[in-house]
Structures are given as structure tokens and as C-alpha cells.
């Protein structure tokens, strides 16, 4: 059975979060790994822009300051995400060579749709029964929309009673890919709304797991559920580990350089328009 690298991680700082992100999708782009799935959460709680939005359009900078929330640039594309009480993963695999595996030669939504079934899988151990919706796809040019990533689903996204349950967003880079996306415990949409200047929006459009099955849920249980999920939709088995030294430096140097600059994160340039970013 094929043998795929699991990384836990305890709640960690945005930047730290994105810099072991990318570090891990550079490591696979560098043939040092194989596909892997890492799981992790966030302190303190962080609003994430999309790689191509402007931070004073989408984000309250002040209520995120007021309320010791953390600001931090993705470096996927989409929409603005509160990550909070929630269980994030990001999937990163070479896209060619042997060491793909199921990825190898498949395009953006192809991965979408393989990564979604995994989740689907996972949260069906947990007693939540989520449907999987196509979407709609955006291009480039349409990416840096300033409502939450949660309001609506785009590419192949998980609902619950028709409100989004997770929200995913892929980048490629050097022929390696990083899918990261963020699955709510225990939504609160008035959070969101207020941390992405949508006060005024109207509310139902988003779902926790812990609504969706009824009952208390902690993270390691959303951990081991979806361990299981991506064991089945992929016929792999998970191996825990850790980052390796390389993987360590290269995120380090990546926190410091980029992840928690103002540069980066309250960056003004226009949205790229080449292909290979997608939306949460």
C-alpha cells in the first residue's frame, strides 16, 4: 500500500501556518516528498486574504485589531477566510514522476474533486452527510470578490442543507501543487461578516461541523475522521511525521521574508491573470 506523509500541528500563528504551507509544496516541487496531508489550527485566530485581494477592501482592519485578531496573506488565491474554531488541511503533492501518484498529470479541478471526496469521506465518520457541488469556477480576473470565501460555493465545495461547509483554495507552482482549506468546528457568520466588512450580509450561508452533527465535536476527533477520509479516497496509508530540517529552515525563512511582512500582507497590486490560482 502506497505510503503518504501526516503532519499534526498544534495551533500556530498565520504566517508560521502559511510559511510551513508553502514550504511543504516547495519540498514537493523539489522531489524531497511525496504527497502528504498536514491538519493544524490557528492562534490566535487569523483572518487569511487571498494571494490577490486588498487588505483595506476585504478586512476590517480595525475590528480584527480590536479583537487580537491576526491578518496573514495566503499564498492561494480567493477570498477572505476567519479561521478560528475550525480544523484546517492542506494537501501538497508533486504533479509528475511516480511520486504523484493519483495526482500525476491532473488538472486543477480534477484535484478538487479528488481532495472533496476525501472530505467527504471524513466528515461521514463524524455523522455529517455533506453533499459535493461543482460550483462555479472563476477566472483570474473575477478572484479578489470582497464578501467572504463562505457565502457561496465555487469549484467542487462541500454544503450542508445547502449552507458551505469547507472552502478550499489550490495553487501550483515548479510542478507541485498546495490545496489548503479551512473546515469551521463551530461557525459564527456574525464573526465573519464583521471581519470581512459584510455586516449587513444576510446570514445562512455558512455551516459548522459540530451544527451539522448535532452534537459536541473537538478537533482531534475532525483530525482522525479525516485521516481516515483521505486513507479511503486514496487507498494510502497516513504515516505520521514531522517537517523535515530542510522543510523547518525553508519556513523559518519564509515567515520571516514574506508571511509576516506588511509587504506582503497589505500588498496593493493588481490580481494576477495567469491560470493557476483558484478560489475558496
Not at 19 to 36: T, Y
Not at 42 to 68: F, K, M, T
Request: aromatic fraction near 8%.
Amino acid at each position: 500500500m502506497r505510503r503518504w506523509r501526516l503532519l499534526l500541528h498544534p495551533p500556530a500563528e498565520g504566517a508560521w501556518n502559511m510559511a510551513v504551507d508553502e514550504a511543504l509544496q516547495r519540498s514537493c516541487a523539489e522531489g524531497r516528498s511525496g504527497p502528504l496531508l498536514r491538519l493544524y489550527a490557528w492562534a490566535p485566530p487569523a483572518l487569511s486574504l487571498g494571494a490577490h485581494q486588498r487588505a483595506e477592501e476585504a478586512a476590517d482592519l480595525d475590528w480584527l485589531r480590536e479583537r487580537g485578531y491576526a491578518l496573514v496573506r495566503r499564498p492561494t488565491g480567493g477570498r477572505a477566510v476567519l479561521h478560528a474554531d475550525e480544523l484546517t488541511y492542506a494537501v501538497a503533492s508533486p504533479l509528475a514522476g511516480e511520486a504523484a501518484g493519483p495526482f500525476e498529470g491532473r488538472g486543477i479541478l480534477e484535484v478538487y474533486r479528488f481532495v472533496a471526496e476525501a472530505l467527504v469521506f471524513g466528515l461521514r465518520r463524524i455523522g455529517v452527510e455533506a453533499e459535493l457541488v461543482r460550483g462555479a469556477a472563476r477566472a483570474a480576473h473575477e478572484e479578489p470578490r470582497y464578501e467572504p470565501c463562505f457565502v457561496s460555493p465555487s469549484r467542487y465545495e462541500l454544503v450542508w442543507r445547502g449552507r458551505k461547509l469547507a472552502g478550499s483554495a489550490q495553487h501550483r507552482a515548479q510542478r507541485a501543487f498546495l490545496q489548503h482549506g479551512s473546515l469551521p468546528i463551530r461557525a459564527d457568520e456574525e464573526e465573519v461578516a464583521r471581519a470581512t466588512r459584510c455586516a449587513g450580509i444576510a446570514r445562512g450561508w455558512m455551516a459548522g461541523i459540530e451544527e451539522a452533527a448535532g452534537r459536541r465535536v473537538e478537533w482531534e476527533e475532525v483530525a482522525e475522521a479525516m485521516r481516515g477520509g483521505f486513507e479511503k479516497a486514496f487507498g494510502v496509508a497516513l504515516e505520521e511525521e514531522g517537517l523535515t530540517a530542510e522543510e523547518t529552515r525553508v519556513a523559518f525563512e519564509l515567515r520571516e521574508r514574506k508571511y509576516a511582512t506588511e509587504a506582503w500582507t497589505l500588498r496593493r497590486e493588481e490580481p494576477a491573470r495567469a491560470p493557476g490560482g483558484t478560489s475558496p
